[in-house]
């Protein structure tokens, strides 16, 4: 029976080509297409940017939308971008939750998203480098964001940590989300600025396991499979985590033919072959399919009940989506197109202290300025405003759909940051 259903969607595949937008790395994508080809020969699988999304599926032709993080999908859905996706066996058949992760986006009915894989967050390293540097591994998000990552800086001259520009990665946008979960707005933000003033910023969540890899950076918060691919040791953050659940859905427009066809390849032969990335599937069942590889299988299993076993918030997909474009476009104007005076205001700042020029009272409190949100002008209303949360929230849809307003936003966010800089 399953050998006719095959050679049926084989036989439907001749029929149209398809077209598939993806977050995915490039080996996922070598794994991925030699298995999609034996369903639809003619498949295109286009990597891009998540601020470029939009206007790709506003184009047409776009049929699929594979990986990258929930925030990206529950944008997507709030702006009406995601068709309800076919309903197969093969979705029917996905368990509704993993521990407290759900693995379907249901609205009135209609399934809008799936998980076809988990990704928990952690921080790689290389032991060797750390050792030689002579640190002790980095396992909260208050670590990679602590003085004493600074106080390596100013001795070695090297950025202790690797980060990916979140406005290049979801997965990396996602963690830095996190971080303001766990501790809070204002204190998160703290955080968030000593880390990145310690940081070595890249395009790629996939360079971030790169740099750490060749020891060019001793940390990198990352998405847990680069660390069994690239042999690193990892800590899951004892502050808190979260488990990324890297979907699948359908765009508006798509041919549901070919939807239909890739919704059940992610969910069955796909699902399989992410065992072999160390990627956990989104049904923990196929980690005991005879076609998977078990040595890799065991180290999932023992990997998920880590993860089970950790803070883990589940963060809804939705609350991060309400503030994601505010929140990754202040964080690169702010933190990363200023990061030299960022750097270089942390290092005085960290050298003051440990040099006894100035108190641990004083100390926090520079540390608590350095991160504070910035009031500015709002260039739509002329109103002076605080990059609160509850801001973020308030402007985020229009970040997103308005360019030229989000670029004099933009300016202003830098400028206004700038200028606190020179002043702390």
Same mark, same amino acid.
């Given at each position: 029976?399953?050998?006719?259903?095959?050679?049926?969607?084989?036989?439907?595949?001749?029929?149209?080509?398809?077209?598939? &937008?993806?977050?995915?790395?490039?080996?996922? #994508?070598?794994?991925?297409?030699?298995?999609? %080809? =034996?369903?639809?020969? /003619? #498949?295109?699988?286009?990597?891009?940017?998540?601020?470029?999304? =939009?206007?790709?599926?506003?184009? $047409?032709?776009?049929?699929?939308?594979?990986?990258?993080?929930?925030?990206?999908?529950?944008?997507? &859905?709030?702006?009406?971008?995601?068709?309800?996706?076919?309903?197969?066996?093969?979705?029917?058949?996905?368990?509704?939750?993993?521990?407290?992760?759900?693995?379907?986006?249901?609205?009135?009915?209609?399934?809008?998203?799936?998980?076809?894989?988990?990704?928990?967050?952690?921080?790689?390293?290389?032991?060797?480098?750390?050792?030689?540097?002579?640190? !002790?591994?980095?396992?909260?998000?208050?670590?990679?964001?602590?003085?004493?990552?600074?106080?390596?800086?100013?001795?070695?001259?090297?950025?202790?940590?690797?980060?990916?520009?979140?406005?290049?990665?979801?997965?990396?946008?996602?963690?830095? %989300?996190?971080? @303001?979960?766990?501790?809070?707005?204002?204190?998160?933000?703290?955080?968030?600025?000593?880390?990145?003033?310690?940081?070595?910023?890249?395009?790629?969540?996939?360079?971030?396991?790169?740099?750490?890899?060749?020891?060019?950076?001793?940390?990198?918060?990352?998405?847990?499979?680069?660390?069994?691919?690239?042999?690193? !040791?990892?800590?899951?953050?004892? /502050?808190?985590?979260?488990?990324?659940?890297?979907?699948?859905?359908?765009? =508006?427009?798509?041919?549901?033919?070919?939807?239909?066809?890739?919704?059940?390849?992610?969910?069955?032969?796909?699902?399989?072959?992410?065992?072999?990335?160390?990627?956990?599937?989104?049904?923990?069942?196929?980690?005991?399919?005879?076609?998977?590889? %078990?040595?890799?299988?065991?180290?999932?299993?023992?990997?998920?009940?880590?993860?089970?076993?950790?803070?883990?918030?589940?963060?809804?997909?939705?609350?991060?989506?309400?503030?994601?474009?505010?929140?990754?476009?202040?964080?690169?104007?702010?933190?990363?197109?200023?990061?030299?005076?960022?750097?270089?205001?942390?290092?005085?700042?960290?050298?003051?202290?440990?040099? $006894?020029?100035?108190? !641990?009272?004083?100390?926090?409190?520079?540390?608590? &300025?350095?991160?504070?949100?910035?009031?500015?002008?709002?260039?739509?209303?002329?109103?002076? =405003? @605080?990059?609160?949360?509850?801001?973020?929230?308030?402007?985020?849809?229009?970040?997103?759909?308005?360019?030229?307003?989000?670029?004099?936003?933009? !300016?202003?966010?830098?400028? @206004?940051?700038?200028?606190?800089?020179?002043?702390?």
């Amino acid at each position: 029976m399953r050998a006719v259903l095959l050679a049926l969607l084989l036989l439907a595949a001749f029929v149209f080509p398809a077209t598939i &937008l993806t977050r995915a790395d490039q080996a996922s #994508i070598d794994v991925a297409l030699p298995v999609l %080809q =034996r369903y639809v020969p /003619d #498949i295109k699988i286009i990597p891009a940017d998540p601020t470029q999304w =939009r206007a790709l599926i506003d184009r $047409g032709g776009v049929d699929f939308l594979w990986a990258g993080a929930p925030v990206l999908y529950e944008s997507l &859905l709030r702006e009406g971008y995601l068709a309800p996706m076919p309903d197969t066996p093969e979705l029917r058949l996905l368990p509704e939750r993993v521990g407290n992760i759900p693995l379907k986006r249901v609205v009135n009915g209609s399934v809008y998203y799936v998980v076809y894989g988990l990704l928990g967050y952690v921080i790689g390293y290389s032991q060797e480098a750390v050792a030689k540097a002579g640190l !002790q591994p980095a396992c909260s998000w208050r670590d990679l964001a602590s003085p004493e990552l600074a106080r390596y800086y100013l001795k070695t001259g090297g950025k202790p940590v690797a980060l990916a520009r979140p406005t290049k990665s979801t997965s990396t946008a996602a963690m830095m %989300q996190l971080v @303001t979960e766990i501790y809070g707005w204002e204190e998160g933000w703290r955080h968030l600025a000593s880390m990145a003033a310690a940081a070595r910023f890249v395009d790629s969540s996939g360079a971030v396991r790169d740099v750490v890899k060749r020891g060019e950076a001793l940390f990198g918060p990352m998405v847990d499979y680069y660390v069994f691919i690239a042999g690193l !040791q990892y800590c899951i953050p004892t /502050d808190g985590t979260d488990i990324l659940f890297d979907p699948v859905a359908v765009p =508006r427009g798509a041919n549901m033919s070919a939807a239909a066809v890739l919704t059940k390849v992610f969910l069955t032969e796909i699902g399989k072959t992410v065992v072999d990335r160390y990627i956990l599937p989104g049904n923990p069942a196929l980690l005991d399919s005879p076609e998977v590889n %078990q040595s890799k299988a065991a180290v999932l299993k023992q990997h998920l009940s880590r993860l089970m076993n950790a803070k883990v918030l589940a963060v809804p997909p939705e609350k991060s989506a309400s503030y994601y474009y505010s929140f990754i476009y202040y964080y690169e104007a702010t933190l990363v197109d200023l990061q030299d005076q960022l750097t270089s205001l942390w290092g005085k700042i960290v050298d003051a202290y440990y040099s $006894g020029k100035i108190t !641990q009272r004083q100390f926090e409190e520079l540390w608590r &300025l350095l991160g504070a949100p910035v009031n500015y002008t709002d260039p739509a209303t002329g109103q002076v =405003r @605080t990059f609160t949360y509850q801001e973020a929230v308030a402007i985020n849809s229009k970040v997103a759909s308005d360019p030229t307003y989000r670029d004099r936003l933009y !300016q202003a966010w830098r400028e @206004t940051a700038r200028a606190k800089y020179q002043q702390v």
